[in-house]
């Protein structure tokens, strides 16, 4: 069994590994209510929407994924000349480290995917899509790109939805070339003829895909053996991890080698996305040098992971990292997010029916004040993020000779507090941003202010939320604290 701090260091090995990611990109859409009635007009439910967001969808998902693990992403697809299109290319345009070739096909229907839900429950996906063959056009333009970037590139992602990126003409040139180049191919699968997919290193279907592209059973360990090596034989791939849900995967090698991997997941909320979690981790492991059963067991623990999420959504390396290492010094960094990682957690907490307050400031120095403060945030909400200035904010708004910590210390010094449940560093003066991405439920600043001054109470307030003005605790200040210090 490999070490697990052998692994933890695989992880950090995946940083800038560049990675084509070719596929069916598409929007996912998501639409967040409450169900309190039947609709008089049919026994249906009435949904009163509270909130929506959307992301990148299909290999969209990949491309994010890759992103979050570290790696350097270059990204071709295809979309439509329409409003989901455009969305499309904006969400892709936010992730600086994508290097992307979207073609434009005209009167395309872009890809959406849109989910109602109430609460926990999904109540419907409705799916607006065409799988017709892409113009000649296109197809040159989408294989043209993709073969220039092979040389560049440490391993190829290819992502089949079956909405026609991917066609016969396509996977087989971007196979050639890619072998040509010795780069491996990672393959998430559609359809039942594998055979398209040969010289691939590696297919990653499920196990339900796994039956219907051999027609064997897959019923048990010795079954889904027996169908992957079918694969292997009969189609020429080198390799086949089938993902097995709460059973976890089995890794099934040419050199005929098998890796059964006990399923990682804690809590399961949301299994969509997974295999696109699966794929990039995969890719970007076997790009950064790992042996393939190595890469497995990450991938393995990154499907745990994601799986205790909601939506499509990602795992980070940092998140890897923390659940390998299983420590408190782990479980207290990784109380520290970033904005995208936060909003990640906030829709886990949510997901589950929790109420989620917020609070800001330097806490350059930890005093009794603040802890009150935290306490009482803590007191009005089921989960309490803190949003911490940075070293650049804090020297706009308090002068050159602050901060005395640094934003790490006093980050990981905030994480170690019962009462704070993240950490989310922002470098504008005010949190204002950080609370319309967030959307918390309760907004909590100390009484010195009106509700009228606190930053973002409108936003709060806006969508439901109510703003908490908390006691302060005399006589503690850290300006007051360093002049004290600064005459002894």
């Given at each position: 069994?490999?070490?697990?701090?052998?692994?933890?260091?695989?992880?950090?090995?995946?940083?800038?590994?560049?990675?084509?990611?070719?596929?069916?990109?598409?929007?996912?859409?998501?639409?967040?209510?409450?169900?309190?009635?039947?609709?008089?007009?049919?026994?249906?439910?009435?949904?009163?929407?509270?909130?929506?967001?959307?992301?990148?969808?299909?290999?969209?998902?990949?491309?994010?994924?890759?992103?979050?693990?570290?790696?350097?992403?270059?990204?071709?697809?295809?979309?439509?000349?329409?409003?989901?299109?455009?969305?499309?290319?904006?969400?892709?345009?936010?992730?600086?480290?994508?290097?992307?070739?979207?073609?434009?096909?005209?009167?395309?229907?872009?890809?959406?995917?849109?989910?109602?839900?109430?609460?926990?429950?999904?109540?419907l996906r409705a799916d607006r899509e065409?799988?017709?063959?892409?113009?000649?056009?296109?197809?040159?333009?989408?294989?043209?790109?993709?073969?220039?970037?092979?040389?560049?590139?440490?391993?190829?992602?290819?992502?089949?939805?079956?909405?026609?990126?991917?066609?016969?003409?396509?996977?087989?040139?971007?196979?050639?070339?890619?072998?040509?180049?010795?780069?491996?191919?990672?393959?998430?699968?559609?359809?039942?003829?594998?055979?398209?997919?040969?010289?691939?290193?590696?297919?990653?279907?499920?196990?339900?895909?796994?039956?219907?592209?051999?027609?064997?059973?897959?019923?048990?360990?010795?079954?889904?053996?027996?169908?992957?090596?079918?694969?292997?034989?009969?189609?020429?791939?080198?390799?086949?991890?089938?993902?097995?849900?709460?059973?976890?995967?089995?890794?099934?090698?040419?050199?005929?080698?098998?890796?059964?991997?006990?399923?990682?997941?804690?809590?399961?909320?949301?299994?969509?996305?997974?295999?696109?979690?699966?794929?990039?981790?995969?890719?970007?492991?076997?790009?950064?040098?790992?042996?393939?059963?190595?890469?497995?067991?990450?991938?393995?623990?990154?499907?745990?992971?994601?799986?205790?999420?909601?939506?499509?959504?990602?795992?980070?390396?940092?998140?890897?990292?923390?659940?390998?290492?299983?420590?408190?010094?782990?479980?207290?960094?990784?109380?520290?997010?970033?904005?995208?990682?936060?909003?990640?957690?906030?829709?886990?907490?949510?997901?589950?029916?929790?109420?989620?307050?917020?609070?800001?400031?330097?806490?350059?120095?930890?005093?009794?004040?603040?802890?009150?403060?935290?306490?009482?945030?803590?007191?009005?909400?089921?989960?309490?993020?803190?949003?911490?200035?940075?070293?650049?904010?804090?020297?706009?708004?308090?002068?050159?000779?602050?901060?005395?910590?640094?934003?790490?210390?006093?980050?990981?010094?905030?994480?170690?507090?019962?009462?704070?449940?993240?950490?989310?560093?922002?470098?504008?003066?005010?949190?204002?941003?950080?609370?319309?991405?967030?959307r918390p439920d309760v907004l909590v600043?100390?009484?010195?202010?009106?509700?009228?001054?606190?930053?973002?109470?409108?936003?709060?307030?806006?969508?439901?939320?109510?703003?908490?003005?908390?006691?302060?605790?005399?006589?503690?200040?850290?300006?007051?604290?360093?002049?004290?210090?600064?005459?002894?």
């Amino acid at each position: 069994m490999t070490d697990l701090s052998l692994l933890a260091a695989r992880v950090f090995a995946l940083k800038q590994v560049p990675i084509l990611c070719v596929g069916d990109v598409m929007l996912d859409q998501f639409v967040y209510g409450d169900v309190e009635r039947i609709s008089p007009e049919a026994p249906i439910p009435v949904l009163r929407v509270r909130r929506e967001m959307a992301m990148l969808g299909g290999a969209g998902n990949v491309v994010r994924n890759l992103v979050a693990l570290g790696a350097a992403p270059h990204f071709v697809s295809l979309v439509g000349d329409d409003m989901a299109g455009r969305e499309v290319t904006r969400l892709v345009g936010l992730h600086a480290e994508v290097d992307p070739v979207l073609i434009v096909e005209y009167g395309r229907q872009t890809t959406i995917k849109t989910r109602f839900s109430a609460g926990s429950q999904q109540l419907l996906r409705a799916d607006r899509e065409t799988s017709a063959a892409l113009a000649e056009q296109s197809l040159a333009s989408l294989l043209g790109n993709a073969m220039k970037l092979l040389p560049k590139v440490g391993a190829v992602v290819l992502s089949d939805y079956g909405k026609g990126v991917l066609n016969k003409a396509v996977i087989r040139e971007l196979l050639d070339g890619a072998r040509a180049a010795g780069r491996p191919v990672v393959v998430d699968p559609k359809g039942t003829d594998y055979a398209l997919y040969a010289g691939a290193t590696l297919v990653t279907p499920n196990r339900k895909e796994l039956h219907e592209a051999t027609g064997l059973s897959v019923e048990d360990d010795a079954a889904i053996v027996a169908a992957a090596r079918h694969l292997i034989d009969e189609c020429s791939i080198a390799n086949v991890l089938v993902t097995r849900s709460q059973d976890g995967m089995t890794l099934v090698t040419q050199a005929g080698e098998t890796y059964h991997l006990p399923a990682e997941a804690r809590e399961v909320f949301d299994v969509s996305g997974a295999g696109d979690t699966v794929v990039a981790t995969m890719a970007a492991a076997l790009a950064a040098g790992s042996p393939l059963p190595e890469a497995a067991r990450l991938a393995n623990v990154a499907a745990g992971i994601v799986v205790g999420k909601v939506g499509t959504a990602v795992v980070y390396a940092a998140d890897l990292v923390a659940s390998l290492h299983h420590s408190e010094v782990g479980a207290v960094e990784a109380k520290v997010a970033d904005r995208t990682m936060a909003v990640d957690h906030l829709a886990r907490w949510r997901h589950k029916g929790q109420k989620v307050g917020f609070t800001n400031g330097c806490f350059d120095l930890l005093h009794p004040g603040h802890i009150s403060l935290l306490t009482q945030a803590r007191a009005q909400c089921d989960r309490l993020v803190v949003g911490l200035n940075s070293d650049k904010s804090v020297k706009r708004l308090k002068g050159d000779s602050r901060p005395v910590q640094s934003e790490a210390s006093r980050a990981i010094v905030l994480a170690s507090l019962a009462c704070v449940d993240l950490v989310v560093i922002f470098d504008e003066d005010t949190p204002f941003d950080l609370i319309a991405a967030l959307r918390p439920d309760v907004l909590v600043k100390g009484a010195d202010y009106t509700v009228e001054q606190v930053v973002g109470a409108d936003l709060v307030q806006g969508w439901g939320g109510k703003v908490v003005l908390a006691e302060l605790a005399e006589g503690h200040s850290t300006t007051a604290t360093i002049a004290r210090m600064g005459r002894s």
